[in-house]
């Protein structure tokens, strides 16, 4: 079975700030669920974008064989993006949103699309722009579920969300997922939050890969170790993956 995402010796060099990224390399298949971790500045946004064909870089990519830069009209119609920052028009009503997206991707079921806001509380004649961020939330990620998206990158999804809010978000996201052939990545600072998602996780630190592994060596082959700042020169000289 082939890749549904495949990055290949990919690397990226900003003009001002310098290297981003430093030959990132990993296959998706479908099922698997990829964590994207690092601090603030790891790499990993600069990682999605070239995912997205926001930006160019070095290397090879290829979604569903699609070459993101050349090719983003194709890959969009099997990939989907929410970030932790709403990108929905804040003017539209959400049925306008949704009578909007029916016109213009040939996959949405307004009808699926329909039926999962009736389990919430958003109204359908609700403007945008008074949803709570976890309306807004829901409702991305409704219009993603009824495009039927094959490929599903998740930047900070539950940023700022309340509990009620996560767990319904994360419900209906493995519901998804479940029923059918997909790939998940995720990038999060709560990794508890997301750990039980996770087939396989990749590590992050100054554009570099440092840890890229399945989440069922992880327990066996890394632990925790906390440590007061007294002992932190002594942690930090075992090149911890994150201090």
Do not use: C
Request: charged share 20%; net charge negative.
């Amino acid at each position: 079975m082939s890749a549904l995402v495949s990055v290949k010796n990919v690397s990226k060099q900003y003009r001002q700030q310098g290297e981003a990224l430093h030959d990132v390399s990993f296959d998706l298949h479908a099922g698997q669920v990829l964590g994207l971790l690092g601090h603030n500045g790891a790499g990993k946004s600069t990682l999605i974008n070239a995912l997205l064909g926001a930006h160019d870089y070095e290397g090879t990519i290829r979604i569903n064989g699609f070459e993101p830069m050349m090719q983003r009209d194709k890959i969009m119609q099997n990939l989907s993006y929410i970030s932790d920052v709403n990108v929905l028009p804040d003017w539209m009503t959400v049925s306008q949103l949704l009578s909007y997206t029916e016109g213009v991707h040939p996959g949405f079921n307004r009808s699926k699309a329909d039926a999962l806001l009736r389990q919430t509380d958003i109204k359908p004649r609700a403007k945008i722009r008074a949803l709570s961020k976890g309306m807004k939330v829901q409702l991305h990620l409704a219009i993603v579920i009824a495009t039927n998206t094959q490929i599903l990158i998740l930047d900070e999804p539950t940023l700022g969300l309340d509990l009620v809010y996560r767990d319904t978000f994360y419900r209906h996201l493995l519901e998804w997922f479940h029923d059918g052939e997909r790939v998940l990545i995720i990038t999060s600072h709560e990794v508890s939050e997301i750990e039980h998602l996770l087939t396989d996780v990749l590590i992050l630190k100054h554009g570099r890969p440092v840890l890229q592994t399945s989440m069922d060596s992880i327990s066996e082959d890394y632990f925790i170790l906390d440590a007061n700042d007294e002992h932190r020169a002594q942690i930090e000289a075992m090149h911890p993956l994150s201090s």
